[in-house]
């Protein structure tokens, strides 16, 4: 199944291919690992199976990945962060036996389950791998995206850049997913850091010179208020890719102008869809170009849809959402610029105010540059006389007394948006991120766009 890439790992087998803390695994020392747990699935009949991977990033979580992989397995990653949903996400995907590579004594325990969903039939009759992730629909419903491994994974083939990478996205995400084989694939190395705090993630950057950083908009806000970077050795990163999540505008130049030499890449994707290739067109840009081999786009009425030939093969628990042309609805709206798009924010999101319409994204912007706000997240609730009403959530960086900042939001505010698009109502908050590290609505839903 994985020949391809475990040759090329034959080929590099003294680099360094993960380094978790201070424990840096060799490309030989990780195919032992594969090699020994390829012999555990074999020795227990698992072949084509539903198999939860219950781990976080590391070697031996990576090592029980592939060799899952490479025996044709369904694979069900899940995190600490998907724990509050265990139970759930096992039962939904049919788990037949649950991996737990962190847990000797039950590394393999079988649910007493039998897999019968007709995507599952699919895979087995083609005899491919499998891999299902789990999305959150505007409802706030789990829906798990079936996707043929493969298919998936048919990109990676092509040899790129070397990198030295710090995974910030974990397995059960498709970035993760997309990171790890990305980086495997061209004999780089997986820096796994002890925590995702900007002090951790800058300790992992500057013990091992890691040079590309996939992450999101809300941990790279969190890495400028910090100022860890000021206290690290930061040299060597030559990529930042940022996407789960709008880029606020005023963070991209504050990122620009600390990292003037680092490459800003956006990135998009979806755990329906796998992840683009990309290109901004200036690094503190967000206008970007996004498709490639295997993807087409198009813009209908501002929605941004995609056709893509890694697309999965569908939900477990939800209809196809796909057209009869097999185009995507992303629910992203876009501004188009010739080859170019910009998004814009999720269709869902945007509030109406006596009929007219506002994007959180814009009024979030405004406000973040407004002194001692932290973070905010704006969203609409609704109003008897406007239909909707703009209310921001914001969190402080110092104690503010609430008429006396609302007063001073609206002066800060009356050139720069419409009076309609500042916001009615203000709420302060301690925490506006998710353990993923996206920004999260007052509703308890983290921001869903599309980008990865």
Known sequence: MLDWLLDRMVDAAEAPAIADGSRVSTYRELLDRVAYWQGQLSARGIAGRVVSIEAEYGAEAVAVFLAATNAGNVLVPISAASHAHRDDFLEIAEVEYRLRPDDPQNAIVATGRSASHVYYAALRESASPGLVLFSSGSTGKHKAAVHDLRA??????VPRHC?????????????????????????????VSEGRTPRQVCDAIAAHRVELLPTSPTFLNLLLLSEEYQRHDLSSLKLITYGTEPMPEITLRKVHAVFPEVKLLQTYGLSELGILRSQSRESGSLWMRVGGEGFETKIVDGRLFIRASSAMLGYLNAPNPFDADGFFDTGDLAEVDGEWLRILGRKSEII??????????????????????????VHGEPNPITGQVVVATIRLTEPEEATAFKTRMKLFCADKL???????????????????????????????????
């Open 418 to 452: 419409a009076g309609y698009k500042v916001p009615a109502k203000v709420r302060f908050v301690d925490t506006l991120h998710s353990e993923r590290f996206k920004k999260v609505r007052p509703n308890g839903a983290a921001v869903a766009a599309g980008a990865a």
């Open 352 to 377: 109406n105010v006596g009929g007219n319409k506002v994007f959180p994204l814009e009024v979030e912007n405004a406000l973040l540059a407004l002194p001692n706000v932290e973070d905010v997240a």
């Open 152 to 157: 998936l994974l048919k990109k990676f083939s």
């Open 163 to 191: 990198y030295r990478t710090l995974v910030f996205l974990q397995l059960d995400h498709i970035g993760g997913v997309n990171t790890l084989f990305y980086t495997l694939s061209n004999a780089g190395a997986v820096v």
